[in-house]
């Protein structure tokens, strides 16, 4: 199984609402990461998770909140987001790196396309 | 900090022509790992090729190769032999210390 399983695929919500993307893999993989990818740009870094634990959050706002519940499983909790949120969020995994160059393939999820009204 | 520039925003090819995609980058580490991610319209991001800094030998894998210079931090992509199924965005990466930097990417638009 060399799947990174997203989801929901699509998701809309009010400025009000609380909601969750789920992220999953079983390649045994202990680094995970999320990426926020507006359309037409590059995906850009917001968290890393190295076995099970938060290594690089970079500078993301409080209404986005990360949690890895084991090594399998990645969640990406939502709350009071802005339009400006709407984007593509991709989720990813490898094994995890030593040093400077980590060298290990990401694997990607195809993704979650959120709303935010 | 690191930059990774990609200054063709959309290359045209034929198929069964060669495109080659340009990519630049910044750094000051002598030890870093280069890549190359293909975006279909699926959005799914798909490894085509990666390249070792320390490494000499040009990375090749099937119809993608690249073309490697470490001492003007160039690493562009040649793709051979194009099918429609290349059609897509791609993206130049740059690893270091687990964080991948994207550049802005190129739209390879492929025409029977």
């Known amino acids: 199984d060399t799947e990174v399983t997203q989801t929901p695929k699509h998701l809309v919500m009010g400025m009000t609402n609380k909601k969750s993307l789920k992220c999953e893999q079983h390649?045994?993989?202990?680094?995970m990461y999320w990426y926020k990818q507006k359309a037409k740009k590059p995906p850009e870094l917001m968290f890393v998770?190295?076995?099970?634990?938060?290594?690089i959050n970079e500078s993301v706002p409080s209404r986005f909140s990360p949690e890895c519940p084991n090594s399998s499983l990645l969640n990406l909790h939502l709350h009071a987001l802005q339009p400006e949120d709407s984007a593509l969020y991709l989720c990813?995994?490898?094994?995890?790196?030593?040093?400077?160059?980590?060298?290990?393939?990401?694997?990607f999820g195809s993704g979650t396309q959120l709303s935010v009204l | 900090a690191q930059t990774v520039t990609q200054s063709q925003p959309e290359m045209s090819v034929q198929e069964a022509e060669t495109v080659t995609l340009s990519c630049t980058y910044d750094?000051?580490?002598?030890?870093?790992?280069l890549f190359w991610y293909k975006q279909p319209p699926s959005r799914q991001m798909i490894l085509v090729i990666r390249?070792?800094?320390?490494?000499?030998q040009n990375a090749t894998e099937n119809r993608f190769s690249v073309n490697f210079q470490k001492a003007a931090k160039s690493f562009s992509l040649k793709i051979s032999d194009s099918q429609l199924g290349d059609a897509a965005m791609y993206f130049c990466?740059?690893?270091?210390?687990?964080?991948?930097?994207f550049g802005a990417g190129t739209q390879v638009v492929v025409t029977p």
């Open positions: 990813a995994s490898s094994q995890v790196g030593r040093g400077p160059a980590t060298n290990e393939k990401l694997f």
């Open positions: 390649m045994g993989h202990r680094a």
């Open positions: 998770y190295s076995y099970e634990k938060l290594s």
């Open positions: 750094t000051s580490e002598s030890d870093y790992y």
């Open positions: 390249q070792e800094a320390y490494k000499q």
């Open positions: 990466a740059y690893d270091s210390w687990g964080k991948l930097q």
